[in-house]
């Protein structure tokens, strides 16, 4: 018998190492063949086996900005570079024609390994998603984007801007401030009320949780983004930040949820709309919609189907516009 259970064991370790061993060399070989594949393309010095270049990324993400742009200018004269964020290349298109190229493409419609990490936080929604969903999601939302409708949203944006403004002014003609924290408050305040037809009052309240989990959640998944030792779960857990991961994303998904819950309900009781002033018809938030939307075959939207594209829409909605106004 303890003969028989000692074969058992053998080969099921035998069994075991062979397929360890198997994959390993598969993922090597796919590794290398990339290294070699990408030698051509110019890129930083420094790159190491496995690690790339992640060993001089600056830690913050406006200083890693800055340091692509640096990049961008170290090799202007040429199409592309690249640079290696552990066993993962990438290639920085920054030239008109280079980048029609692929926007211009219906094809190349997967997402990066990097957005892997926008999921626990954003779903696979519009941002995120690929393929036959992300056709789907499209085809859904285009209409609620209709100038008919940004009309409408016209009223909460020269509000926002009006606080804007107000706040500038107590700083103008003081020498010289960073304008970026202000304008971005903005474009979260604007876009709250938009999506969820909800007012946060960032602009006035930016150390609410809310605001501040929005900006700390960007910062901990940019940083893991580009530090690979922490991409293992296991690691990032035990060694790095995702107990505060979990708890900044508790923060995010509950407020959403209830507002979701809240504007199910209201709906349901014949409400609909964002409070304006007495005598003006009810603005349709992005939100509203999208509990009315139906898809190709007639279903409603589920709840989390919604906060996937609600999520999305006000991490994608304040922060890419905030940086362009800036």
């Known amino acids: ?17 062979a397929a360890l061993t198997y994959i390993t060399y598969q993922l090597l070989s796919s590794y290398l063949h990339k290294w070699f594949a990408m030698k051509p393309v110019p890129g930083p010095e420094g790159t190491y086996l496995f690690l790339g270049d992640a060993l001089m990324f600056k830690p913050k993400a406006g200083e890693f900005f800055r340091q692509i742009v640096e990049f961008t200018q170290e090799f202007r004269d040429l199409p ?4 290696w964020v552990g066993p993962v290349p990438f290639v920085a298109l920054f030239h008109a024609e280079t980048v029609e190229k692929i926007l211009s ?9 990097a957005y892997k990490f926008l999921h626990p936080w954003l779903g696979t929604g ?16 285009t209409p609620t984007f209709h100038f008919s409708i940004l009309t409408d949203f016209l009223l909460v944006m ?38 969820m037809g909800k007012k946060i009052h960032a602009q006035s309240d930016s150390e609410s949780e809310y605001v501040k989990s929005v900006y700390r959640m960007s ?21 790095g930040q995702g107990k505060e991961h979990d708890s900044t994303l508790k923060v995010l998904h509950s407020f959403t949820q209830k507002v979701i819950q809240e504007r199910s309900e209201s709906m349901s009781y014949g409400e609909t709309g964002s409070d304006t002033n007495q005598g003006q018809k009810k603005r349709q938030a992005f ?31 304040h922060d890419t516009t905030a940086a362009a106004m800036n």
């Not at 592309?80 to 640079?83: D, E, R, T």
């Not at 941002?127 to 999601?137: A, N, V």
């Not at 709840?303 to 991490?315: A, K, L, N, S």
Request: charged content about 25%; glycine content about 4%; overall charge negative.
């Open 1 to 17: 018998m303890a003969v028989v259970v000692g074969s058992y064991s053998f080969l099921f370790v035998s069994t075991f190492v």
């Open 80 to 83: 592309l570079f690249k640079i």
């Open 105 to 113: 493409n219906p094809v190349h419609l997967d997402k990066s390994f």
């Open 126 to 141: 519009l941002l995120t998603s690929t393929g036959q969903k992300w056709r789907q999601r499209r085809k859904i939302l």
């Open 158 to 195: 020269n509000e926002q801007a009006e606080i804007l403004v107000e706040k500038l002014e107590k700083k103008a003609g003081k020498g010289s401030f960073n304008c970026f924290s202000d304008v971005t408050l903005c474009a979260l305040d604007i876009i709250c009320e938009t999506a």
């Open 219 to 239: 910062d901990i998944v940019s940083l893991r983004q580009r530090r690979p030792w922490f991409w293992p779960d296991f690691i990032y857990y035990y060694f």
């Open 287 to 317: 939100l509203d919609m999208l509990l009315k939307t139906t898809d190709e075959d007639g279903n409603r939207l589920s709840h989390q189907d919604i906060q996937e594209e609600v999520d999305t829409f006000m991490f994608e909605g």
